[in-house]
């Protein structure tokens, strides 16, 4: 939802823009953008904390798979 509301402000403010409806400043675009960039991070946070823990996991795995964990001895 939140990466709609930036992308509305965004096409707002440009179709403003092209219409001769200037907003002082930039900060609209930027606010539009974090707003986007924020929306986005909360979307895909699960997915990758999901990867994250999956490869956690294969890891600790293969670490404490077999053997009684002494390397053999020289002879």
């Known amino acids: 939802m939140m990466t709609m509301a930036g992308a509305g402000l965004i ?3 440009t179709l403003l823009n092209m219409f001769g409806v200037f ?3 930039l900060w609209p675009m930027f ?4 707003l986007v960039v924020y929306g986005y991070y909360l979307t895909v946070k699960p997915t990758i904390d999901a990867n994250i823990a999956k490869l956690k996991e294969k890891a600790k795995a293969a670490t404490h798979s077999g053997g009684s964990g002494t390397p053999p001895a020289a002879s």
């Open 11 to 13: 096409a707002l403010i």
């Open 23 to 25: 907003i002082a400043g």
């Open 31 to 34: 606010v539009g953008t974090a």
